[in-house]
């Protein structure tokens, strides 16, 4: 986990370096930033190591960290057993005098952790100073702890209490405190492990939060071979107003790039890899790269001219034409209809060089190529399908609006985000997602020959698979379309340590009437500004109803408007435009 999460620093280092000329050494970056930890107690931890899980993150949005040993402590307690402790741990920080030891004599080891027991070492530090151990009784005493033998810690926790006892305490404290081991017998840190574990946290918290572009380029690099999780963070990059451009036969290199944007945060926006293309292999990129070294492609014939054909073969091609890297030069459904009589005429014949096509050098002119060889347009492919044709090459559509933005409207107070539900504690009972269609399998059940489907939901903060069984798809089947936004109530299932949901019910935009949605809740972020404001208000105005509506900001703060508003697809647009500054 760690050496992982250290590659990417080093990249995001390394991408810092060349791109700005700043050097950032991580063993010297102050541990007290401002900027880091106003980041993390807004709850913006994805990418962020051991911080990023819904539960974690929840507990890091009350806890307000201010310090390095807080993310020491939380990557300790956010663990089955010691996690019960978390609840005090953050009232104790926040009010200094619910502080309190015990013994006396344990302030010396629990000072920073506000009087709880936190690690391995503090349950030692207990035998040693007030069980009268040895530093070599203590080390059975860890072994015992740490192998979970019930008859070794019978044994230990008889002669912990004779101890307690003889140094001067009561056997109703030695219980007491023993009572207090008890998670740590389930799972329990030790002070080094979580202090190695909570500064790379901080570095990449440090990192995200002052290079973000940089940082994030380093993380969708590192995990390009996961769609899931590249998903995920470009819908990070959108949320920090990162631009992230599809891929560019004239731009994109192996992975991830930082390019110049005028139009996205601080200028730049981060440029799509070329590896992270389905059917697009090292061979073909190692060629474009190499022919591109002569200058940019200055249209597609130039691009077939140039390039080995052997290497860019037609799926290749097919797969480049598809996800808008060649666009540029033409429509998706243009340049594909052109795609063979183009190839026939620019490329060299193979086995036969005395033979020379109209091209057939592969040194094509940039002039010529323009010049000679025109392409008829024909109509583009609708939204959808250039949406699907992206999910299938890249894993998502870079095209296709936001997942927030798509289930806008399907979002109250009451529903759960995916990497909540895939990351919590708690058992969860019954849960209302509202996400995206992912993809659908659909079988034949072996009994009765009913039609049942296996769903990926996705929500932008990540993904789970549901089941829908026969009664409940035969009514639905209409709604399991890929891309569609939907509503999904059902019971989570955990199969394999691994949440899904089994469907109860789904309700779509269109069937949201006023008897299921009855209240509006639309989020703020800090950065929205008065004007804004003030055009949120009189497009609201313009739209009365009958639902109640409130503004959420950052922090958790909700203020009911003193008006009833409608509600649909429309309006949240228009919502979503002025809220992200777009012209009206």
């Not at 027991?117 to 040693?128: E, N, R, S, T």
């Not at 005493?141 to 004779?162: D, L, S, T």
């Not at 405190?177 to 500064?199: I, V």
């Not at 992912?438 to 009765?448: D, F, H, L, M, Q």
Request: charged residues 30%.
């Amino acid at each position: 986990l760690g050496i992982r999460n250290l590659s990417i620093l080093g990249a995001a280092v390394d991408i810092v370096k060349s791109r700005l000329g700043v050097t950032v050494d991580l063993h010297k970056i102050p541990l007290d930033d401002k900027k880091t930890f106003e980041m993390l107690a807004r709850g913006e931890t994805m990418g962020v190591f051991q911080l990023a899980s819904g539960g974690m993150t929840k507990y890091l949005v009350e806890l307000k960290p201010n310090r390095i040993e807080d993310l020491m402590a939380m990557v300790a307690l956010y663990r089955p057993g010691p996690i019960s402790q978390i609840p005090e741990y953050i009232k104790r920080k926040h009010n200094p005098k619910l502080v309190k030891y015990l013994d006396s004599r344990m302030e010396k080891f629990l000072g920073m952790s506000y009087g709880l027991i936190v690690y391995q070492d503090d349950l030692l530090f207990c035998a040693l100073d007030l069980a009268g151990y040895t530093w070599e009784e203590a080390d059975k005493f860890r072994k015992a702890v740490g192998k979970k033998i019930p008859e070794e810690m019978a044994a230990q926790k008889e002669k912990f209490i004779k101890g307690i006892i003889t140094n001067g305490q009561s056997e109703e404290f030695a219980q007491k405190l023993w009572k207090l081991f008890e998670p740590f017998q389930s799972y329990g840190f030790n002070k080094a492990h979580a202090a190695s574990y909570g500064m790379i946290a901080y570095q990449t918290a440090y990192m995200k939060a002052n290079f973000s572009v940089e940082y994030m380029a380093a993380l969708l690099t590192a995990e390009s071979g996961d769609k899931e999780k590249v998903s995920a963070a470009i819908n990070e990059c959108r949320r920090m107003k990162i631009k992230v451009l599809p891929p560019d036969i004239n731009e994109s290199d192996v992975g991830f790039t930082i390019v110049e944007d005028e139009d996205s945060r601080d200028g730049k926006a981060i440029r799509f890899g070329l590896s992270a293309i389905k059917n697009v292999g090292e061979a073909a990129i190692s060629s474009i790269l190499s022919s591109r070294e002569s200058g940019k492609f200055e249209s597609f014939a130039d691009f077939l001219g140039r390039t080995d054909s052997r290497k860019i073969n037609k799926k290749v091609l097919e797969s480049l034409i598809k996800v808008g890297a060649m666009s540029k030069f033409g429509g998706r459904a243009t340049l594909l209809s052109a795609m063979d009589s183009i190839r026939e005429k620019v490329v060299k014949p193979k086995g036969d060089d005395l033979q020379q096509g109209l091209f057939a050098t592969g040194e094509l002119k940039k002039t010529e190529a323009a010049a000679v060889i025109t392409i008829a347009n024909i109509d583009e492919f609708p939204d959808e399908e250039l949406e699907s044709l992206e999910r299938q090459l890249l894993g998502f559509s870079l095209s296709a609006k936001p997942i927030s933005e798509i289930i806008g409207s399907l979002v109250f107070e009451s529903t759960h985000k995916i990497n909540e539900i895939m990351t919590s504690e708690m058992h969860l009972g019954v849960v209302k997602v509202a996400a995206v269609v992912a993809g659908v399998r659909v079988i034949t059940t072996k009994k009765t020959g009913a039609e049942m489907a296996f769903a990926k939901l996705d929500d932008g903060t990540g993904t789970i698979e549901v089941v829908i069984f026969p009664k409940i798809f035969k009514e639905t089947r209409d709604f399991w379309n890929e891309g569609r936004p939907l509503l999904v109530t059902g019971k989570i299932d955990v199969r394999d340590e691994t949440p899904g949901i089994i469907v109860d019910a789904i309700d779509t935009i269109n069937s949201l009437g006023d008897e299921k949605q009855k209240e509006v809740f639309i989020n703020v972020s800090r950065e929205t500004d008065i004007n804004s404001l003030q055009r949120l208000k009189t497009l609201l105005t313009e739209n009365l109803g009958s639902l109640d509506a409130f503004l959420v900001f950052e922090g958790g703060k909700k203020v009911k408007l003193p008006f009833k508003i409608n509600w649909d697809e429309s309006l949240a647009q228009k919502i979503s435009d002025i809220l992200e500054n777009k012209s009206s």
